[in-house]
Structures are given as structure tokens and as C-alpha cells.
């Protein structure tokens, strides 16, 4: 998969690009998750409150080069 591949499937499931060129999307409870996009892989992070303070914290990664959409529509290839 190519980065340009990844980030339409995230503009279609709802994320929109940041001013830092990652992509972040808020779910209805409120949970703000975000792929942060890097020169040959991307991160899955979850925001969280630590210390009075948000912190970014990595939930899953993978190389574009290992990462695929599956016939269900599904984003596979990422590592914890």
C-alpha cells in the first residue's frame, strides 16, 4: 500500500488532516484517535489525559509497505 492508498481510506471512514498532516477523527463517546503519518509508516494513537495534560499513546503501527484493506474494508497490517 502507498501512503496516498491510506489516507483516502481514512478520509472515507470520517478522519480529516490536521495541520501537522495527521489524521484525526473523534468518535461519538468522545474519544479522539489519530493516525500520525511518518516518512514510511504510520502510528494508530489514542488521546489520553495524563497529569492534567494530553498525551498521545501509541495503540498500533506498521510500513505502508505491510499494511492492506481487506475485502470487509479493514485496515490490516498494523503491529501492537
Known sequence: MKREELENWLISK???KDKFGHY???SD????TRF???GN????ERKAEIVDHNEW???AGGYY???SITPEGKLAGMKR
Open 36 to 38: 500520525k503519518m511518518q
Open 29 to 32: 463517546k468522545g474519544t479522539v
Open 41 to 44: 509508516s504510520a502510528r494508530y
Open 24 to 26: 484525526q477523527k473523534t
Open 14 to 16: 470520517g478522519y480529516s
Open 65 to 67: 509497505k505491510s499494511l
Open 57 to 59: 499513546m501509541k495503540l
